[in-house]
């Protein structure tokens, strides 16, 4: 496609449950990044990918949050057992390499809102 | 730690004046800025990107320059329009992206 997508647009879930949020890069592009951005507040990186890897996981908020990448493509974030807090929009972008190796700019997806009754 | 300030948080100015807005940063290590905006309810849409070699990119109507050495960059609108109401984000790219909180510009008819 011609830009980063994501699915769903919006979640509505009970507290308790697993969701599973999904992130379609810009084809060719190596590095996929995840945020969160609750009301408010400005972005907090939770997780990035450089191919199938995360090299840095240091922003994923406790052992309930999980993400994977594969085939360099695709990626999913997995929440576990929601908590109302963990509300908010969850954004995804790609760049064509990773941030520590040069000027690659970011392309971010339309987000998923993520809300937890 | 990279800490990304943006200043002001909020923004109100009426049609046709030119205006600025202010991001700094403290680590001055970094590869390139980024200027985004985004709309409510929307994502981000890359504005500007400068590279850590260049002063100032231009747009349009949009121009960003980076002082790399005292940690600041400026965003410069100008003849504003009300569909330049949105907030703006600067974002710096080290071993990780870091961005500011923002600030919500909005441009009166």
């Known amino acids: 496609g011609a830009g980063v997508s994501q699915s769903p647009s919006n979640k509505v879930t009970e507290k308790g449950k697993d969701v599973e949020l999904r992130c379609d890069p810009i084809s060719g592009h190596t590095a996929l990044y995840w945020y969160r951005q609750s009301l408010g507040q400005g972005l907090e990186f939770l997780i990035y990918?450089?191919?199938?890897?995360?090299?840095?996981k240091s922003g994923l908020p406790s052992d309930r949050f999980s993400a994977e990448r594969t085939g360099g493509s695709v990626s999913t974030l997995t929440i576990q057992r929601t908590q109302q807090e963990d509300s908010a929009v969850y954004l995804c972008?790609?760049?064509?390499?990773?941030?520590?190796?040069?000027?690659?700019?970011?392309?971010f997806g339309p987000g998923t809102r993520l809300t937890v009754t | 730690k990279q800490e990304v300030t943006q200043i002001p948080a909020a923004l109100s100015v009426p049609e046709g004046e030119n205006l600025v807005l202010n991001c700094s940063f403290t680590?001055?290590?970094?590869?390139?800025l980024q200027w985004f905006r985004q709309d409510p309810g929307k994502g981000l849409t890359s504005l500007l990107l400068?590279?850590?070699?260049?002063r100032e990119q231009t747009s349009g109507r949009l121009n960003a320059s980076l002082d790399k050495s005292s940690g600041r960059s400026t965003l410069y609108i100008a003849a504003s329009q009300p569909g330049d109401s949105a907030t703006y984000l600067c974002a710096v790219t080290g071993n990780q992206f870091y961005f500011g909180t923002g600030t919500s510009l909005t441009v009166i008819p």
């Open positions: 400068i590279q850590s070699s260049q």
């Open positions: 680590d001055s290590a970094i590869y390139n």
């Open positions: 972008a790609s760049s064509l390499g990773p941030a520590g190796q040069g000027a690659h700019e970011q392309y």
């Open positions: 990918f450089q191919g199938n890897s995360a090299p840095d």
